[in-house]
């Protein structure tokens, strides 16, 4: 008795079946740095280089991709890396500037509580 759906219409933990690449589906045989309309389809919008997994490529196609990559990269035609600044979060410091922060605040704290102390024996003495 099949209680799973799924495994019963054979869409269950088998085989799945493999990515076809770009590369492969265009019937392009090699990839030069030159063509980077066709390199950034292998980049991610970090501008990492895809892995052969996602993009379907063969592991011959994966490293002409990732050498031409570099190539172009070398060349400026690539960047290096994606700059965007919505990807960094807005709350976040730099080291030296969260312990200043930290510093900072610890110190008010402490000139806080002195000032209480001073405060309530202020009136006790007075009396």
Known sequence: MIRDKDAAEGRGKGKRRRKVSYLTINKIDKVDY????ILRRFLNDRGKIVPARQSGNTAKQ???ITRA???ARELALIP???KDSSDRRE??????????HHSSERANNDANVEAAATEAAAPAATE
Do not use: H, L, T
Not at 91 to 100: A, F, K, L, N, T
């Open 34 to 37: 030159k063509e980077v309309n």
């Open 91 to 100: 709350g976040s410091y730099r080291r030296s500037d969260r312990d200043r």
């Open 69 to 71: 990559i570099d190539q």
């Open 62 to 64: 994966q490293r002409m």
């Open 80 to 82: 290096f890396v994606a």
